[in-house]
C-alpha cells in the first residue's frame, strides 16, 4: 500500500530472463502486485518469474499465446489491474532502464488523487544529455514536440517514456482494446488521455541505459508508424473533443491552416519550376505564395493556443 491505496507494476517482458529477476528483485515494498507480462518470449523469461514467484506471492505471470507487443503487454496488465480493482498502476521497463527509486514520486500524485496519469521525463535532467544516445534524445525530442499537438497535453515531454502510473478510474473509463499495442502505445494513450479529460503530469526521472538493456525499437518500424499514429489520433481528438462532445471554432482554424499549407506547397512548387525554366519567379505567384504561408501560419497558431486554453486545467 502506498498512501493507503493499492499499488500493482505491469512489467511487459519479451525475452528479458538476463535482467528481469534485478527489476523484480529491486521493486519497493509498497507494491501490492508485480505483474509480469510475458510476450511469447523465446528464452526463459517466464521460468524465471515462476521460479521467484515461488517465494513472492505478490508476482503475477500472464502470458501471450502470440507476440502482440509492448503495447499489448502493457494492456493486458493494465486490464488485470482493472478487474481487480488496483487504485494506481504504474509501468516498469522489464531491462532495469527504470529507476525503482523514482516509483514513488511516479505514483505519489496518482495516489493523492492529484492527476490521473503521470510519466516519467529524462529530458527534465541537465545530465541527460550526456546518458541518452544522441539520435534517441534528439529523435524523442521531436516526437515530443508532434505528441503535444497531437494529445492536446502541451505541457508534457518525453512522450517515449513508458515509466507511468494511471488511475482506476483512468483505466476504467479508456478502452484498452483499441490502444496502438506496439512502440507507438504511449502516444497514442495520451490521446485517449486527452479526449476523455484526465489530468496528466511530467515527472523527473533519472535516465538509466548501459545496464546490459538491448532495445527492441527499429528506426525503419517506428519512422513512419509514431507519426502516422499521431495524425489519426489528432484527427480524432479533434472530431470527438471539439466537433462532437462541445463545439470549438479552433477546428475553423486547423482547417484554415492546413488548406493554406497546401496551397504553399503547390504555389511554392509552381514559382520553382518557373525560375527553372525561366530564371526568374513569377511576382504573382511568389506574393500569392508568400501570402499562403502567412496565412496558414497564423490560422495554426491560433488553433494551437485555442487548444491550449481548451486543455490549461489538464495538469
Not at 78 to 83: F, G, H, N, V
Request: include cysteine.
Amino acid at each position: 500500500m502506498f498512501l493507503d491505496k493499492k499499488i500493482a507494476v505491469v512489467i511487459p517482458a519479451h525475452n528479458e530472463e538476463k535482467l528481469i529477476g534485478k527489476v523484480i528483485g529491486t521493486m519497493p515494498d509498497f507494491v501490492d502486485y508485480i505483474v509480469v507480462v510475458d510476450d511469447q518470449s523465446g528464452d526463459g523469461t517466464a521460468d524465471a518469474v515462476r521460479l521467484l514467484a515461488a517465494s513472492n506471492r505478490k508476482i503475477v505471470l500472464l502470458q501471450h499465446e502470440r507476440n502482440g507487443g509492448v503495447g499489448a503487454a502493457i494492456a493486458t496488465g493494465y486490464k488485470w489491474a482493472r478487474d481487480h480493482q488496483v487504485d494506481a498502476t504504474a509501468v516498469m521497463a522489464a531491462d532495469f532502464q527504470m529507476d525503482p527509486a523514482d516509483l514513488p514520486r511516479i505514483v505519489e500524485p496518482v495516489c493523492a488523487g492529484e492527476c490521473d496519469y503521470t510519466k516519467g521525463n529524462r529530458l527534465f535532467r541537465g545530465e541527460s544529455w550526456g546518458m541518452i544516445p544522441k539520435h534517441r534524445y534528439i529523435g524523442n525530442s521531436f516526437l515530443s514536440l508532434f505528441t503535444k499537438i497531437a494529445s492536446g497535453y502541451w505541457h508534457v515531454a518525453d512522450s517515449q517514456s513508458g515509466y507511468t502510473a494511471i488511475s482506476l478510474p483512468a483505466l476504467q473509463a479508456i478502452n484498452l482494446d483499441a490502444i496502438y499495442p506496439r512502440y507507438g502505445m504511449p502516444n497514442d494513450l495520451l490521446i485517449s488521455l486527452n479526449i476523455a479529460n484526465f489530468r496528466v503530469r511530467d515527472i523527473s526521472i533519472r535516465p538509466v541505459y548501459n545496464v546490459g538493456e538491448v532495445s527492441g525499437i527499429r528506426l525503419k518500424k517506428v519512422v513512419f508508424t509514431i507519426p502516422l499514429i499521431l495524425i489519426k489520433g489528432f484527427v480524432r481528438r479533434m472530431v470527438h473533443k471539439y466537433i462532437i462532445r462541445d463545439f470549438h471554432p479552433l477546428i475553423f482554424f486547423y482547417a484554415f491552416g492546413i488548406i493554406f499549407f497546401i496551397f504553399t506547397v503547390i504555389l511554392s512548387a509552381r514559382a520553382l519550376i518557373y525560375l527553372g525554366i525561366d530564371g526568374h519567379l513569377p511576382p504573382i505567384n511568389t506574393l500569392a505564395a508568400m501570402f499562403s504561408f502567412m496565412s496558414s501560419s497564423v490560422f495554426t497558431l491560433f488553433a494551437m493556443w485555442f487548444d491550449m486554453e481548451c486543455n490549461k486545467d489538464l495538469k
